[in-house]
């Protein structure tokens, strides 16, 4: 069973930047769809950024819309990791970042946190204003 481990996070002012980054442990296929979904206190866990790979191909890159601009995910040289740059953060950012994985996605159900079978423990993000 694929194991998805995670490394980064803290507590910045805003303005700052960090990086997440996370690792499939078991990862042997040749396309994944793996991204960051996060959770603040008292609401839903929703998604922040996904990138599907097929092989070295990008098969499907999304971000919600209250990062674009400011985060960017990203392969790592192994192809079951992922790095999620965060810059111009803000106090809204601050919540528990979750790395999620499946084999597949598509435009229609990458938002879906059902839709992913593999999680990671979950690393906190804190933004001071």
Same mark, same amino acid.
Not at 58 to 74: H, Q
Not at 119 to 124: E, F, K, L, M, P
């Given at each position: 069973?694929? +194991?998805? !481990? =995670?490394?980064?996070?803290?507590? !910045? +002012? ?5 990086? %997440?980054?996370?690792?499939? #442990? *078991?990862? @042997? ?14 609401? =839903?866990?929703?998604? !922040?950024?996904?990138?599907? *790979? $097929?092989?070295?191909? #990008?098969? %499907?890159?999304? /971000?919600?819309? =209250? $990062? ?16 999620? +740059?965060?810059?111009? %953060?803000?106090? =809204?950012?601050?919540?528990? /970042?979750? &790395?999620?994985?499946?084999? /597949? &996605? ?8 059902? %839709? /992913? ?6 690393? +906190? $993000? @804190?933004?001071?204003?």
């Amino acid at each position: 069973q694929a +194991q998805l !481990v =995670e490394s980064g996070g803290g507590s !910045v +002012q805003a303005g700052g930047s960090l990086e %997440l980054s996370c690792t499939s #442990t *078991t990862y @042997t296929d040749n396309r994944i769809c793996m991204g960051w979904f996060r959770q603040a206190p008292g609401k =839903e866990r929703e998604p !922040v950024a996904l990138l599907y *790979t $097929v092989g070295d191909a #990008t098969a %499907l890159l999304r /971000y919600a819309d =209250e $990062v674009k601009g400011r985060f960017t995910i990203s392969q790592g040289n192994a192809k079951g990791t992922r790095y999620l +740059q965060m810059n111009a %953060l803000k106090p =809204e950012d601050t919540a528990m /970042y979750y &790395c999620a994985a499946n084999l /597949y &996605c598509g435009t229609s159900n990458w938002r879906l946190p059902t %839709l /992913y079978t593999h999680w990671g423990q979950g690393t +906190q $993000v @804190t933004v001071s204003s």
